[in-house]
């Protein structure tokens, strides 16, 4: 499978089109009363196609949180990358991100082709009554026509006081061909409604947690608030304090081809084949999204420590920016090898009318957007490349782009794959430093400039080794940032990032593994960035099948190691992590886990117990010397996490 760095918007068609491209798809062919199913999936703007994950060894792939993140101490709170990256999107950006790994966006939709029925079911249940439930079914109506569905909530009541998160996902998404081949539909509705509380950190990190009263942490006084009980009925979502962040996406992608008919001729059937020169392309899209903090039990002397220029005395804190965008655009591609569509030139127009609502106003503008992309697989799969960008030509971000370019080589036998590129984004900084903002709370009248970012990166899978390594060179110029709780900020200096990545899998005897992650990145130039320096992951497990022919089997133990560094703060009224010079986190020991993963046919089973670093006797014995996350945030002690995944085939 080819490495893919991300999109840039176009229609990528999948590499499992064969003679034809999407016309000859092979489960036509197929009789549908056969026991066997074959199923596999596209997605919107990616090579294809792809198949379904099977592996045990990551409990990652089937969790949000993952490897290179951290959060604030619960599932489903506020989250953040340790890894630096520079923002891809331009035009409009909210500014919303620091709950994005619970999010379902464009990129995660699939879009199924399957002979039989199919269906799953992922349950998840941790400590505190935690729990996710994710649900999927996808057929088709036809052979040519597919829809699915998926369904996901996150809930957790959380160990500390007012942590309690209840975020909910869902997703339709259907595709259809005609039968002579020649038109096509993508479409997908797409919602996501995440709320959390939030309690602004403990009040005391430095001894309260050493405290023995204190050992049950749900005790331990938080700033944000007030007096709580706990409660594990997920069925109830109702918060005083928090985020409440919701977004509805629909979009509809309708082309048609213009080329030449043919037919493959076997000795059972005919198959229809047909070769496109031309294709044109309408895509409209609809995103309607709503960014609410509030707190219906103000401190007073939180808000007077911590965001001075709040009103002295109110009963209540609400901000909210609300956002409608409807976006229309249309494309032509020219395939100039009638036999290659996975060759192409595309270029196309957008027309964007956007309409905001805070609580300084309303307001609309537009864009209008321009777009080209080539990209080339050639016939023998060993070359990829592609070069494409768009540009705001006009309206309210006028002067935003991005331009991209990458290529990429397949390695000899298949064995792994080369990439390279560059990307350039000019971005309008994103709306929460814009005076209109509910969220921008300072006095400030200092205008932004457009923020830029320059990516060079490199990544070589070397799958017979079990080895990746990947460079990423960043340079930045006027970065956008928060100072303090409030104070929105940015440097005119240019600054630069180097990122290096390690994974490896050494192997011991026959079924024992060492997977190794090395992560390293280093700034130069004055900015207000805090950077790790380091971390490192690795899991010491067997896997293997213990002589039983249907069970796959990883067992072993889990390490990440963060080593002392000035870690971001938070700011909740804001949902922004932001720099800090003052506090330096030290952990005196890695986040140590043991875990059993096991998959016999379509079940799967996950069972994990975290944070065994947390073990002490503190006037008896207990999990209860947690890890900081951030000031104020500390980690779990003892989490168990027990979760299964089944699939089934109707």
Excluded: C
């Amino acid at each position: 499978m080819p490495i893919n760095m991300g999109g840039m918007g176009s229609n990528r068609q999948g590499m499992g089109n064969l003679l034809n491209g999407e016309g000859a798809d092979s489960l036509k062919r197929r009789d549908k009363n056969e026991d066997s199913i074959t199923i596999f999936y596209r997605l919107l703007d990616r090579w294809g196609p792809f198949t379904l994950d099977s592996s045990v060894s990551d409990f990652t792939r089937r969790f949000p949180i993952k490897a290179s993140t951290i959060h604030l101490g619960n599932l489903g709170s506020a989250s953040r990358s340790l890894l630096f990256s520079a923002p891809g999107q331009i035009g409009l950006d909210p500014g919303f991100h620091a709950y994005d790994l619970y999010k379902w966006n464009e990129e995660d939709v699939r879009f199924f082709q399957t002979t039989r029925p199919y269906s799953e079911i992922n349950y998840q249940l941790g400590s505190r009554v935690e729990q996710l439930i994710s649900l999927l079914h996808t057929q088709n109506i036809k052979p040519n026509w597919n829809f699915m569905f998926q369904y996901r909530l996150v809930n957790s009541p959380g160990i500390f006081q007012h942590q309690r998160s209840n975020h909910n996902n869902y997703l339709f998404s259907s595709r259809y061909q005609s039968n002579n081949l020649r038109y096509h539909v993508w479409m997908y509705i797409l919602g996501n409604r995440l709320q959390s509380e939030e309690n602004g950190g403990i009040i005391d990190t430095t001894q309260i947690l050493d405290d023995p009263i204190y050992n049950d942490r749900f005790n331990i006084p938080v700033w944000l608030g007030g007096a709580s009980t706990f409660t594990a009925n997920f069925f109830s979502n109702s918060i005083s304090t928090g985020n409440r962040y919701r977004q509805t996406q629909f979009l509809w992608r309708q082309h048609y081809d213009l080329g030449k008919k043919d037919s493959l001729v076997t000795d059972s059937t005919v198959v229809p084949l047909f070769f496109p020169r031309l294709r044109l392309e309408h895509q409209l899209r609809y995103d309607r999204s709503d960014y609410n903090f509030f707190d219906k039990q103000p401190r007073f002397e939180y808000y007077e420590t911590f965001y001075p220029g709040r009103p002295a005395q109110f009963d209540s804190v609400e901000l909210r920016d609300n956002w409608r965008m409807l976006s229309n655009s249309f494309s032509f591609y020219q395939f100039p090898d009638a036999k290659n569509l996975q060759q192409y030139f595309k270029v196309g127009a957008e027309l964007q009318l956007l309409q905001g609502r805070t609580n300084n106003g309303e307001f609309s503008f537009f864009n209008t957007i321009g777009q080209f992309l080539y990209r080339n697989l050639t016939r023998n799969k060993k070359w990829e490349i592609e070069i494409g960008g768009q540009l705001f030509l006009a309206g309210e971000h006028s002067g935003d782009y991005r331009v991209r370019m990458q290529l990429q080589r397949s390695l000899a036998n298949k064995k792994g794959a080369l990439l390279v590129g560059a990307q350039q984004v000019n971005r309008t900084p994103s709306f929460i430093y814009d005076s209109r903002s509910s969220f921008f709370l300072t006095t400030s009248t200092s205008s932004f400039k457009k923020e830029n970012y320059t990516h060079f990166f490199s990544l070589i899978d070397w799958s017979v080794l079990g080895l990746t390594l990947r460079g990423d060179y960043f340079l930045v110029n006027n970065y956008s940032y928060l100072l303090d709780f409030q104070k929105p900020f940015q440097t005119n200096s240019l600054f630069t990032v180097l990122q290096l990545q390690a994974l490896k899998t050494f192997r011991f005897a026959k079924h024992f593994r060492w997977h190794a992650e090395f992560y390293f990145q280093q700034r130069v130039g004055a900015a207000p960035l805090n950077l790790m320096p380091f971390f490192t992951r690795h899991r010491l497990a067997y896997e293997g099948n213990l002589g039983f022919k249907n069970l796959k089997l990883a067992t072993g133990l889990e390490l990440r190691y963060r080593p002392p560094y000035k870690a971001d703060r938070y700011s909740p009224l804001l949902g922004q992590f932001f720099f800090q010079d003052r506090v330096l986190i030290s952990n005196a020991l890695p986040d140590i886990s043991a875990y059993v993963n096991f998959k016999i046919r379509p079940f799967t089973a996950f069972i994990r117990a975290e944070n065994l670093n947390t073990a002490r006797n503190l006037q008896g014995f207990g999990f209860t010397r947690n890890n900081l996350l951030a000031e104020g945030y500390p980690l779990q002690g003892l989490h168990l996490r027990v979760g299964i995944f089944w699939q089934f085939v109707n």
